[in-house]
T-cell receptor, first 108, second 113 residues
Framework: GQQVMQIPQYQHVQEGEDFTTYCNSS?????IQWYKQRPGGHPVFLIQ?????EVKKQKRLTFQFGEAKKNSSLHITATQTTDVGTYFC????????FGAGTTVTVRA | DTAVSQTPKYLVTQMGNDKSIKCEQN?????MYWYKQDSKKFLKIMFS???????INETVPNRFSPKSPDKAHLNLHINSLELGDSAVYFC????????????FGSGTQLSVL
């Protein structure tokens, strides 16, 4: 069955630094979605990527979808304390499968 | 107005009890879901209903029974609660098309003592 792997599980970042979280699927995806869950909150949709090689930006966040549509990445520049939370990728073939998430903490 | 609302927010109960969690969405979506999030934050789909029809039924104990009286409601009943059922349960909804984005409820923290 479809598996979505996400690394790293934890990311401790100095405020102002950049980091990247990676997502890999065992199968080719029709699309990939990214969600953010703040501590104590619920997952909130960030973005969806559909096309091979697609790149989308939201302010300091850059999302990429691999050429083979089996991997994706989220890059955050100049990390701020508001970026704290867990970032999930979710790959869609016949159903949506979530990665294990990357939990981000920020050192001021 | 809350788009996806679920109740209760917290549920503390003894082993062996039966409990229900209710979910309602006012987004006009035709698909609703139950997800379980464990202590390691892993999100696992349990059930999905499209237009009141069960379309996803993952490997979940028979003690868990979903019920969708209409497109806007999806409830989850759990019989004979066990310690391992302690988790956060999220309801979500989407418009059914390949890749429809999910809108999550605020979650129900279930603690079985």
């Amino acid at each position: 069955g479809q598996q979505v792997m996400q690394i790293p599980q934890y990311q401790h970042v100095q405020e102002g630094e950049d980091f990247t979280t990676y997502c890999n699927s065992s199968t080719t995806l029709s699309n990939i979605q990214w969600y953010k869950q703040r501590p104590g909150g619920h997952p909130v949709f960030l973005i969806q990527l559909v096309k091979s090689g697609e790149v989308k930006k939201q302010k300091r966040l850059t999302f990429q979808f691999g050429e083979a549509k089996k991997n994706s990445s989220l890059h955050i520049t100049a990390t701020q304390t508001t970026d704290v939370g867990t970032y999930f990728c979710a790959g869609h073939d016949y159903k949506l499968s979530f990665g294990a998430g990357t939990t981000v903490t920020v050192r001021a | 107005d809350t788009a996806v609302s679920q109740t209760p927010k917290y549920l503390v109960t003894q082993m062996g009890n039966d409990k229900s969690i209710k979910c309602e969405q006012n987004l006009g979506h035709d698909t609703m879901y139950w997800y379980k999030q464990d202590s390691k934050k892993f999100l696992k789909i349990m059930f999905s209903y499209n237009n009141k029809e069960l379309i996803i039924n993952e490997t979940v104990p028979n003690r868990f029974s979903p019920k969708s009286p209409d497109k806007a409601h999806l409830n989850l009943h759990i019989n004979s609660l066990e310690l391992g059922d302690s988790a956060v349960y999220f309801c979500a909804s989407s418009q059914y098309k390949q890749g429809g984005k999910l809108f999550f409820g605020s979650g129900t923290q279930l603690s079985v003592l």
